[in-house]
């Protein structure tokens, strides 16, 4: 093997050609120096771009799934507590637990993209949710039910002990398998550092012995006729390339000379060409920095309408297009909806694109960019873009050029590299818009949710008493609505929960908000209503409710509803609810299916004076 190298780079020491001497010294420092890089950059590619991000992301995976046990038992404790004591303060480590699991899940729950660990996770997943919607969620609902009977209360505990036995079985081995890879892949990173090493020490030694011996040769056959040909070479450095050598020596000298003579020809030629090619590098250059630019501006936002428009202005900067279109794939992915367009007089918001029909439906079919065709009338200046993340097309750039000739390869390589970036903006952003939406909002009623209400009310208040404009506050609750679950199940409860929210919403005005409250209460605020206008409001919601359910077979549902507002009975956010919650035990205790307003300036005390001063 030695003396195939030692051939090969021309170190036997034997007379060889001046032209392969130094092809044989030139190969020698690019192999020994190439693998050496090559060996570097592949093992740092490998540890930046796989191993270190798997090893983390495995190792988040693991912790979310610990903390979200610990967040499990926490939850589990404090219900049990809260079932067999009705003490609300067992509550506390609930709700700490259902916000810690949030957290957790969002830890662990990558790791199913994994085929390893999918079944496990998912199996995790859907245990965790069978326990929290078949145990914790109607534990809550009905724990004096449950308290009032201790063999129901018994039944039910040991039902929710299986649950959980369940979640606990598969968390057991969705973390065995998660930790048995990342111990994998900690030991398999280890053994590729230790190999890495080892190549590297012995590729330098085998590069430093042969550079030795190289340098041996290097003087004796290259030093001396190299002397002959530094004039030129100074001239040629200083950018003269019409100088022509004469020199007289070996044959082998006058070959160099005459490779010299025509290298500097050439060079007169290629300075042309090599003009050009910079006015090449610098156009892409500036598209790369677009694409930098763009980049930066939806990395760091998850504001769906922003990172659309970014996404346009990017690509039209990149190619010159005279209109862009952002399609996304809709909600059940058999066709495209447009969500941006760069021309608004041109944008048709109701128009749709099946997939496989059209240059923007064969894109989004066959995940490859597509321009137009003869048959479509479209010419080259028609082009659509996949937005794809993973394996999955998730949109596509349309861009119209019309009578531009087609983009080039550079160009299109750099639209292509755009729309991966756009891909995953866009999509983050869509994910965040749906999970900010379903955190403020009730999954069944669909009617924005308590924290949403906290967080309206507080502003509102502050609002209406710096401004002096009214407000009020519209309290409601069904009136024996537990005679109806009981009666008829809790399925049908629900219906009837979402069939009255739907007919309190579609009686609102545009500038009132419906809430659920809590189990089968919900609250309107009223803006720019003071309590008179309110109870007009309220009315009319109870008059919706009861002639909605009149007659129906699961008996006449009504409404009660307690009216309130500022400043006629309340100056703080608190002090209102408070207040309306009063007038609707009054309408309760005057016979139900009623309005009563609160009792004026009930609550107008110094303290909420002063609190709704602070706030």
């Known amino acids: 093997m030695w003396s195939q190298l030692s051939r090969r780079f021309g170190l036997t020491g034997r007379s060889r050609g001046l032209e392969q001497v130094v092809d044989d010294s030139f190969r020698l420092v690019i192999t020994g120096a190439g693998a050496i890089v090559l060996l570097t950059v592949g093992l740092l590619a490998w540890l930046l771009l796989y191993s270190r991000p798997e090893i983390t992301k495995y190792e988040t995976g693991v912790r979310g799934m610990n903390d979200g046990h610990a967040a499990m038992l926490e939850q589990s404790l404090g219900i049990r507590g809260y079932l067999t004591t009705g003490n609300r303060e067992f509550l506390a480590p609930y709700e700490t637990g259902r916000n810690a699991l949030r957290t957790a899940n969002r830890r662990f729950l990558p790791l199913a993209q994994d085929g390893n660990l999918t079944a496990d996770i998912v199996s995790l997943y859907i245990n965790q949710r069978l326990w929290t919607r078949g145990y914790a969620e109607p534990a809550l609902r009905n724990a004096d039910r449950y308290r009032a009977s201790p063999a129901q209360l018994e039944a039910f505990l040991l039902a929710g002990k299986a649950d959980f036995d369940r979640y ?51 003087r004796k056959d290259v030093l001396t006729p190299v002397q002959a040909l530094i004039e030129g070479l100074e001239s040629a450095g200083a950018g003269n390339f019409d100088q022509q050598l004469v020199a007289s020596g070996a044959t082998e000298m006058m070959r160099v000379v005459a490779g010299f003579n025509a290298m500097a020809v050439s060079l007169r030629d290629s300075r042309a060409v090599a003009n050009a090619r910079e006015r090449h590098v610098q156009e892409q250059s500036a598209r790369l920095r677009s694409i930098l630019k763009m980049v930066r501006e939806i990395g760091g936002s998850l504001n769906l309408r922003y990172v659309l428009e970014s996404v346009v202005d990017g690509v039209a900067t990149v190619t010159g297009a005279q209109r862009v279109v952002v399609w996304l794939v809709s909600e059940h992915e058999a066709s495209l909806l447009p969500a941006h367009d760069s021309d608004p007089e041109a944008a048709d918001p109701n128009r749709s694109v099946e997939l496989g029909t059209g240059v923007v439906g064969r894109a989004a079919k ?62 983050a952003a869509r994910l965040h818009q749906s999970t900010s939406h379903a955190s403020e909002h009730d999954a069944l009623t669909r009617l924005a949710n308590r924290r949403r209400l906290e967080a309206d009310l507080t502003l509102e208040c502050d609002r209406s008493l710096r401004y002096a404009r009214p407000l009020s506050l519209i309290m409601l609750d069904l009136d024996h609505f537990k005679r109806v679950n009981d009666t008829f199940g809790h399925a049908k409860g629900d219906e009837i929960l ?118």
């Open 366 to 427: 066959y995940g490859r960019t597509t321009t137009g065709t003869a048959a479509e009338n479209e010419d080259a200046g028609h082009l659509a873009v996949p937005l794809i993340i993973g394996a999955r097309v998730v949109g596509v750039l349309e861009l119209l050029m019309p009578g531009r000739d087609r983009l080039t390869d550079d160009q299109v390589e750099v639209l292509e590299t755009l729309s991966i970036h756009a891909a995953a903006a866009l999509e």
């Open 498 to 615: 979402q069939g009255v929210a739907e007919t309190v919403t579609n009686t609102l005005r545009s500038t009132d908000t419906a809430y659920r409250f809590g189990g089968e209460e919900l609250v309107i605020l009223a803006r720019e209503s003071d309590v008179t206008g309110a109870l007009g409001l309220a009315e009319r919601v109870r008059g919706a409710i009861e002639r909605r359910y009149a007659g129906a077979s699961e008996g006449n549902v009504t409404a009660s509803l307690g009216v309130a507002g500022i400043p006629e009975n309340a100056v703080s956010a608190k002090a209102l609810i408070a207040a309306a919650d009063q007038a609707l035990y009054a309408a309760k205790d005057a016979g139900r299916n009623r309005v009563v307003a609160a009792a004026r300036e009930t609550f107008v005390t110094k303290e909420n004076i002063t609190s709704g001063a602070a706030s």
């Open 168 to 218: 606990r079985s598969a968390r057991e081995t969705a973390l065995d398998n998660a930790s048995r890879q990342l111990d994998a892949l900690r030991e398999l990173q280890t053994t590729t550092l230790i190999g890495a090493a080892a190549g590297a020490v012995m590729i330098g030694a085998l590069v430093l012995a042969s550079a030795a011996k190289r340098r041996q040769l290097l």
